[in-house]
């Protein structure tokens, strides 16, 4: 039981009761009956009854990023914002978010038993410990990695991976420079950090790792364990978000990004089912702190930024298939009762905003992302999240993104294809992105329409599938020879069956958890 649940999401409870709980948009409170419907408020419901209009005093609230909403110390009334920023806000809000304030890393204790199912009841009464007392709503939350599961072998095998890369290409001749995005409670860099110095310490030696860690609370935990551990000479934490990052780093180094992005914000992109026009996702918060999601014509330039690289690189369309023959779509659309809009579709803008911050800052890195490829109980859409929240010793997902800040947990799956062609492709450029007034218009065309824009133009021509060949002398913007690979995605058995000891966590009957759960890992490299 807890082995499906290990291997679907590491923030699950591992005994998973089905449950229908109500919860509240302005309180905390959890209960069993259906709360009173509000009137339809919202532009584009796909629900039977809905309006296309929407009421005006919600247009004329501020338009607000999550960077304004940093000096809230409760979450805002009376304002807009884009849906990433409310994701952001309810995540990472210095004052309420739900990893700022709700959060607590889980650790499993020391396990040698005898099968997986040992494993399993072990790891279960663990977690049964953190919800005692707390029956009558959210309380804490709480998730594991494969990290924290499986320390220190699992982080071994990362730091494996990265030296044996390091050795081949530039030791002894530059030095060992580690960023790792998002540390928890520092155990990763623990476990590299104790593996080098034991097994290569002529290398730990020329180790310089950094931590960048938007949590205050944990980039103080981190400082402090690993100081007193011994590391602090080899170590720096960096208290702020990945997407402030201002220096650049000149020499060749690694990016670490470990259960990390699938916390990422996403935007919302809903497709008009006549025009097949794109419509950006904003949600208004009223005066009594419900919420209102609608949809307006694209304008974010990040959002348009990503349309127009998915469109360039001929990834498919972001539409069921039903929907992408016009007869089919017309048919569709007559229908009584039918929406006006295409299901949700989730794109991870924040991820493109890192991959350009490692193309700007860091032009000689090599990076080592892993996350979950699909997860399950997700809301309806297009690459939709998971949210949810623990509820005693139980946890509960929700119907929507829409909930109470900071009390819910909202994790995305990635699309591990698309990521290394977009990956690969902007290390490829050298110069600035496409001018922003092209990418919103380019971002508002049909995603079925064939182009000429000059957006199009070379579409694919970095893609894996139309590479050309290195070019002696002409590097890229990441050091390597232009037209040659960058990455490749690996399982996540694939992973640890060439880099980890698997002799170490391997148990008495042959099974070994740490590469039978978490099947829904991949890994970029």
């Not at 650790?107 to 049964?128: I, L, Q, W």
């Not at 924040?350 to 991959?355: A, D, E, H, Q, V």
């Amino acid at each position: 039981m807890l082995r499906s649940a290990l291997s679907c999401n590491r923030r699950r409870c591992p005994r998973q009761t089905h449950l229908k709980v109500y919860f509240s948009s302005t309180a905390l409170i959890a209960s069993d009956k259906q709360p009173p419907k509000h009137n339809d408020k919202i532009n584009y419901n796909p629900d039977i009854s809905f309006s296309t209009t929407v009421d005006s005093k919600h247009l004329k609230y501020p338009m607000l990023s999550s960077r304004d909403l940093e000096s809230h110390r409760k979450p805002p009334t009376r304002v807009r914002m884009l849906v990433r920023d409310f994701i952001e806000d309810s995540l990472y809000n210095p004052h309420y978010g739900y990893f700022s304030k709700r959060a607590t890393i889980f650790t499993a204790p020391p396990h040698c038993g005898g099968n997986s199912a040992e494993f399993e009841v072990d790891v279960a009464k663990r977690y049964m410990e953190f919800g005692n007392g707390e029956e009558d709503g959210p309380g804490r939350q709480l998730w594991h990695t494969p990290t924290e599961l499986f320390k220190p072998w699992y982080g071994q095998a990362i730091a494996q991976c990265l030296v044996s890369e390091y050795l081949l290409k530039y030791f002894p001749y530059e030095d060992f420079k580690v960023y790792e995005l998002g540390a928890g409670n520092g155990t990763l860099a623990l476990n590299i950090l104790d593996f080098l110095k034991t097994h290569y310490p002529e290398v730990y030696d020329r180790t310089q790792y950094t931590i960048i860690e938007i949590s205050e609370k944990l980039a103080r935990a981190q400082r402090h364990r690993l100081h007193q551990q011994g590391h602090g000479q080899v170590v720096d934490v960096v208290n702020r978000s990945v997407f402030r990052w201002e220096c650049k780093e000149h020499a060749p180094c690694y990016v670490v990004a470990a259960e990390v992005v699938d916390n990422f914000a996403h935007d919302v992109v809903r497709y008009d089912l006549k025009t097949l026009e794109a419509y950006q996702g904003v949600v208004a918060v009223d005066e009594v702190g419900e919420f209102v999601p609608f949809y307006t014509k694209i304008s974010d330039p990040l959002i348009a930024s990503y349309l127009a690289l998915r469109r360039r690189l001929s990834l498919p369309a972001p539409l069921p298939r039903f929907l992408r023959s016009p007869s089919l779509r017309r048919l569709y659309a007559s229908l009584p009762f039918a929406p006006n809009l295409s299901p949700p579709d989730y794109i991870p803008t924040r991820l493109l905003s890192l991959l350009k911050i490692l193309r700007t800052h860091f032009p000689r890195h090599r990076l080592l992302l892993s996350d979950f490829s699909s997860l399950p109980d997700a809301v309806p859409g297009l690459n939709a999240p998971v949210v949810q929240t623990r509820v005693g010793t139980t946890m509960i997902p929700c119907g929507s993104i829409f909930v109470q800040q900071g009390w819910f947990d909202i994790m995305f799956p990635t699309d591990f294809t698309a990521l290394r062609e977009m990956y690969e492709f902007l290390l490829s450029q050298a110069g600035p992105d496409a001018d922003q007034q092209d990418e919103l218009s380019y971002a508002r065309v049909s995603p079925l329409a064939s182009s000429t824009s000059p957006l199009s133009l070379g579409a694919g021509f970095f893609s894996s599938r139309a590479r050309r060949s290195p070019l002696d002398g002409v590097t890229s913007a990441s050091g390597l020879p232009v037209g040659e690979r960058k990455s490749s995605v690996f399982s996540h058995a694939e992973y640890l069956e060439t880099y980890a000891d698997l002799g170490k966590t391997r148990l008495v009957n042959g099974e070994n958890p740490m590469v039978g759960f978490y099947e829904n890992v991949k890994v970029l490299f």
